[in-house]
């Protein structure tokens, strides 16, 4: 079966974490993704070349991307050629990158990018913020598109809720499979991306990151501390 049909209809688990989380080392990640499969992920998303490469045993695609500021952009996910290689050479079967229209460092191009994953034997997922990007990520040549980048990139507050208007609206347009990821925190969101045409769903830090969801409990008890 190839990667896009093994996905298709599924759950895809991110699994990622930021300091001062417990969960930062591969061996730690690895047993967050492991639980995500056992609990019926068919794909896995992961940061970093080291984490993709412990993810990639657990028998299930991995979405691979490495999260790095660059000087002069504000393109962080997946910025460069390099960065595509090293995750195709770590087993990433699908390279996640920014597909937004944003300036790359260097002024890198998205086809550029495009071709050095296929390169390396893997699909392109164009993580976006809107159709107009889509557009263009699928005339560059990109295998999937994500709805990862809505809602974080123009100085607005970022929604509490996924954009599946978004999902909807590029699922009509777009003749590639087109995956809802961002701020899916409930079931019944991920199942509302799947009536507007998505390919497969994303979810991370609803799943994958407990201090998050401690926070997020913790904030409904009457003495919980003000946040620093
Ligand atoms: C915007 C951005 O940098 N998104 C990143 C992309 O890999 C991750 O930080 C998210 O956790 C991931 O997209 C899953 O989304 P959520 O954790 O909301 O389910």
């Not at 969101?189 to 390919?199: N, R, S």
Request: glycine content about 10%.
């Amino acid at each position: 079966m190839n990667v896009a049909e093994a996905i298709r209809g599924r759950l895809i688990v991110s699994c990622q974490a930021q300091e001062p989380s417990p969960f930062l080392d591969t061996p730690h990640m690895m047993a967050m993704a492991s639980a995500a499969v056992l609990g019926g992920a068919a794909g896995l998303r992961g940061q970093g070349v080291a984490h993709v490469r412990g993810m990639a045993m657990l028998g299930v695609p991995v979405i691979g991307l490495v999260k790095r500021s660059t000087p002069g952009s504000p393109v962080y996910i997946t910025p460069t050629e390099a960065d595509v290689t090293a995750l195709t050479e770590a087993g990433a079967r699908i390279v996640a990158a920014d597909a937004t229209g944003r300036p790359r460092p260097g002024g890198e191009k998205l086809a550029d990018m495009i071709a050095a994953t296929h390169a390396g034997g893997a699909l392109f997922m164009a993580d976006v913020d809107s159709l107009d990007a889509a557009l263009a990520a699928v005339d560059a040549g990109a295998d999937l598109v994500g709805t990862t980048l809505a809602g974080y990139t123009t100085d607005t507050d970022v929604p509490d809720d996924p954009d599946i208007a978004l999902v909807g609206t590029i699922s009509r347009r777009c003749p590639v499979p087109v995956i809802g990821e961002g701020r899916y925190r409930t079931p019944a969101q991920v199942a509302a991306a799947f009536d507007e045409g998505a390919w497969a769903v994303v979810v991370g830090t609803a799943i994958s990151d407990p201090v998050n969801t401690t926070r997020r409990f913790a904030h409904a008890c009457p003495h919980s501390p003000v946040e620093p």
